[in-house]
């Protein structure tokens, strides 16, 4: 069954189960039924809408889209939330040894509807919040023998920058992560969602990233979405470090960052990942950074060759609850440190957004890293 299919028969469903639920036990008014039928259909309709217009430089088609997102996602809430409600009041009914069609009483229903639909509404406010909000920085501090000296790296990934993202977002968002003075800045791709000529004045303010030693940049599914090779020309143009599968040493810190394309995504657009040619400038005794977007160990990486390896792409599942369903197709992962198979990761749960403009128990992050030397008896220098 293909994806579309498959997404059509669940949406029909979600639209019969939600329209039946908040006018089909009621006498309402024709108006009322197809205004709250428009409604579903349009919310449920708007990944199809927007994906028509996904290409698009307008920034207002783009808002368009991202005000249709939101219609989707408030649909999609309701849906959720009106289940939970019906099953915790089903049980309350068994529990009182109530009949199951006290549930279809008009007067009950249309309370508990009004209810529920207010609770939606506060939710998806609560996460439009979340989501516009500028991004919280998170501080970790990391210690090595490999380590020279200090240093300070910025993370950031998915900021998923499309034509209606302002130049006055990314311009505070340049400020806010200047202001930190890093030694170096990665981007963990999906940083934009768009070609590079509709993008023009919005890169011309990420340019002004500034570190001490280099920005790098590594490619995420979305830079290929929109022309993978044409985005890693781009960042070579705004003097960010490209790296694909490729590797640089950060000053005398000790320190070796590597980058490789999207493991998803790169083979389908013919750029091979190789692992070996982005470790190939890397010293025995370096202490090993790779940037590489989907959280999955590449073929070749390994505790011997890798330290830490910096990934995104989960958005930390977004918007709860459907963080479940992200981390079962990440392996189990959805953000922030983990183990796999002796290699440190870590996952960011993004610096911006994807699709619905809303972050529910997700927030977005500016990750900091401080890297300090580690003497042999594993207390810092």
Known sequence: ????????????????????????????????????????????????????????????????????????????????????????WSIADVIRRKSLDDMKDTSKLQKANIITIILCLLVCAYGYYEAEKDAVIKTYEITSPKIKKEAKIVMLSDLHINPAVSTEYIKNLVNRVNALNPDAI??????????????????????????????????????????????????????????SNYGEKLGDTGIYIAGIPDINTADAAGMKVKIENALYFADK???????????????????DNVDLQLSAHTHGGQIFP????????????????????????????????????????????????????????????
């Open 322 to 381: 459907f963080h479940y369903f992200v981390k079962q197709s990440n392996e189990g992962r959805l953000a922030g440190f983990y183990d796999v198979n002796g290699v440190k990761m870590y996952i960011s749960r993004g610096t911006g957004y994807w699709g619905v403009p809303m972050r529910i128990f997700a927030p977005s992050e500016i990750t900091v890293f401080n890297f300090k030397p580690e003497k042999s008896n594993g207390q810092p220098s």
């Open 285 to 303: 005794d370096s202490c090993v950074i790779l940037l590489s977007h989907t959280p999955k160990l590449v073929e070749g990486v390994n505790k």
């Open 1 to 88: 069954m293909s994806v579309v299919l498959a997404y059509a028969i669940i949406a029909l469903a979600v639209l019969a189960i939600t329209y039946k639920t908040y006018v089909g036990y009621g006498n309402y008014r024709w108006y009322t039924k197809l205004g709250t039928f428009i409604v579903l259909l349009l919310g449920l309709a708007a990944p199809t809408i927007c994906f028509k217009f996904f290409n698009s430089p307008s920034p207002n088609i783009q808002l368009m889209n991202k005000y249709l997102y939101l219609l989707f996602g408030f649909v999609l809430l309701l849906f959720v939330i009106t289940f939970i409600r019906d099953i915790i």
């Open 186 to 243: 990665v981007l963990v791709g999906d940083i934009v969602d768009g070609s590079p000529d509709s993008l023009v004045s919005q890169m011309t303010e990420l340019a002004k990233l500034k570190a001490k030693e280099n920005v790098f940049a590594t490619l995420g599914n979305h830079e290929f979405y929109h022309g993978g090779l044409s985005w890693g020309i781009t960042f070579g143009r705004m003097r960010f470090e490209f790296l």
